[in-house]
């Protein structure tokens, strides 16, 4: 095996030579690579969302470095590049998905070389793209964080547009001063994930996979928040480490949740609840019990130390407990 610290730079200047002979739009759109000297107990690997790029998880990330863990968030296919991009000259979004599950697939095997486990996750088609890499790897994957998975969009109209429409389509909130991404993109680049994520939705009724986490918004028009509900509940048949929690309307939350500056004003509680989650290894019934307990008006600590959960309950828990409303984890499950 090659020494750990050879091997970080070999992967960190392949892709520096990779993107700079794209060239780049910008700084923003650069991988993101946070790793310390020496292997770590987790690998973190994100995949931002579409048309954007990993400053979607620089927040995060660094959370998760400065917590001991090395972390990955490389740049996709077609995505970030420099050009006169537009409806008569649409940036080179792959067309077929097999570029991305082989995208995936690679950075998974280079992530295990970096620590003892793998924690995978991403943003909208990007939390698409790791719940099949979960599917797809459940014994090599640790945990999977699912922020706002693209299962199809927020209203039938754009579903069918996504399926049948073959033209460009311009993002309407392009100008936000945090979109370093795309303006726009040709319809079918979208379309291969709008399938991905059928397929993510049968095969997860039946098919063993990592314990994954959905967060969902209520305030996101982008996506289905219905079915990330059934999507952690179709898990949970399979995962019982699986959680999920969406995030109240008045929060004001929008799809692109992962940063202040693209519109989440509440980006450190969404960071406190995937440590929480990372770090944890509690079942959802656990969870659940615990906060049945707090309803019935123990502190936090009474509550697990009641339930023999003591040593397997992690700081973050306790903060992330004492923000949220226990009725919204013990809720029954909507089908």
């Known amino acids: 095996m090659p020494d750990y610290s050879d091997m970080i730079a070999a992967i960190v200047q392949d892709i520096n030579l990779r993107e700079a002979a794209l060239p780049l739009k910008n700084e923003a759109c650069r991988s993101r690579f946070l790793l310390h000297p020496q292997p770590t107990s987790k690998v973190c690997l994100f995949f931002h969302g579409f048309t954007a790029a990993p400053y979607q998880f620089e927040p995060l990330g660094q959370a998760l470095f400065d917590a001991g863990y090395n972390v990955i968030t490389p740049l996709q296919p077609g995505h970030g590049q420099a ?24 950075w998974l095997h280079q992530a295990q070389a970096l620590g003892e486990r793998v924690v995978v996750g991403g943003l ?126 008045s929060l004001n939350i929008p799809h692109t949740m992962m940063t202040k500056s693209e519109g989440n004003q509440y980006q450190d509680l969404l960071i406190t609840l995937a440590k929480a989650f990372i770090e944890s290894d509690l079942t959802w019934a656990e969870l659940r019990a615990i906060g049945q307990q707090m309803l019935n008006g123990k502190p936090f600590e009474k509550a697990v130390a009641d339930l023999n959960l003591g040593d397997r309950v992690v700081p973050e828990l306790s903060v992330m407990m004492s923000v949220l409303d226990p009725s919204l984890i013990i809720a029954p499950p909507a089908s």
Do not use: C
Request: net charge negative; charged share 20%.
């Open 124 to 249: 909208s088609s990007g939390a698409t793209l790791a719940a099949w890499l979960a599917l797809e790897k459940p014994q090599q994957i640790d945990r999977t964080l699912l922020f706002a998975p693209y299962i199809s969009g927020g209203n039938r109209v754009m579903n069918w547009f996504v399926q049948i429409l073959p033209y460009y389509f311009e993002w309407m909130n392009k100008e936000l001063p945090g979109n370093f991404g795309y303006d726009g993109f040709r319809i079918p680049a979208l379309r291969i994930f709008l399938e991905l994520g059928r397929t993510v939705v049968d095969r997860i009724k039946q098919a063993p996979i990592a314990p994954l986490f959905v967060l969902s918004s209520e305030d996101d028009h982008a996506t289905n928040a219905n079915e990330h509900r059934e999507l952690f509940e179709s898990a949970l048949h399979h995962q019982p480490q699986s959680w999920y929690h969406s995030f109240d309307e």
């Open 83 to 106: 050009g006169d991009w537009g409806r008569n000259n649409p940036p080179p979004l792959p067309e077929e998905i097999e570029v991305y599950q082989q995208f995936a697939l690679d």
